[in-house]
């Protein structure tokens, strides 16, 4: 069988203080033509489906409305929950829906047990901290002391899926949204996943020895842990700028059996945005003009500009005249490299006059000296200050 993995969709998320309406009704379309032109037997979106545990009305809308479609096609869609959704939300009315083929594991509730799907089981874990496990090992009367971490907690929810009678029988498919590492190696990330530091949230990536294939969420760059088929599918738009050189994809497993043996295959399909996301580099004057080169469309992508310019003045309004989109601007300038460079002073001497403090003070601030013309200026002030100030007094 053949189906499409992607995950951290999302929904409600906004650039350039916008929100991404267009751009992920654009990308869902997309998706629903790669599952049905890849005739995959069906989706999965291993959690995140939701910028937020309360999303947007119109977010909401768009995933009711790309369900519902899904349903009306007749392709099944697996979905678990991700540290960004409330699962209570996302699952309202699963057990209904299943009823049409969308599967949503929202919380961990109840035996596990498979979504059968062309031969091929699939075990949807939600997003779970080790509370949840706890909780619900408990009421499973298991061993709800074994859970001290992340990594112990799925380890006791997929030994329940490992000890059934269904896990032996046929290909096993486990979708999960977790922080999955390699011995203590922690994936490739990106500032928009809200992780927290540590080793605490680690998984380790043979928690999931017996599966076939696991569909992964949570980290938004596609990529293998510890074995291939172990795989974050990653986000299909590139959520913040740290995101902007990855190479978004949707990933299409093939999963067949031959002489007794389950093989693997997978291909990775680019995501075209709607809008890109760009970073450009130069003076503002430079940036200007080489935006006023670009046709409608691609003035219309999400920019991150680093401007090089020492004296810059008015960059963001300049800049968003020809990038609406204008997402961040950082500089790199004589300013910026002096304070990288700590070039402070060790102590500052009080016994000093004034003006040559202030001459320190300008070149800590701008990266250079006082012109000539701009000292006589600062000592002409300085002369005023001193007299005339010193009367007022
Ligand atoms: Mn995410």
Known sequence: MRFVHTSDLHLGRKLAQMPLEQDCKYLLQQLKDLVERSESQALVVAGDVYESQNPAEAAVRMWDRFITSMAEAHIPVLVVSGNHDSGARLSVGSDLIALSGIHIAGELEGTLKPVVIDGVNFWLIPFVRPTDVRSWASEQGLDAGSVINYDTALRLVLDTARATEAFGQRPNVCVAHQFVTNSGIKPEQSDSEHLSLGTLDNVDYRVFDGFDYVALGHIHGPQRMGRDEVRYAGSPLKLSSSEIRQNKSFTVIGISERDGETRVKFRLVPVKPLRDFRLERGSVEDLVASAKQEDEHAREDFIHAIVTDDDPVDVTARL??????????????????????????????????????????????????????????????????????????
């Open 320 to 393: 968003r005249r020809v990038w609406p989109n204008l997402e961040q601007v950082e500089f790199d300038n004589a300013i910026t490299r002096a304070a990288a460079e700590e070039k402070l002073p060790a102590e500052i001497d009080l016994e000093k006059n004034m003006i040559d403090l202030f001459h320190e003070f300008f070149q800590m601030q701008t990266g250079k000296p006082l012109a000539d013309d701009e000292a006589k200026l600062v000592s002409d002030a300085f002369e005023k200050v001193l007299t005339e100030g010193g009367d007022a007094a």
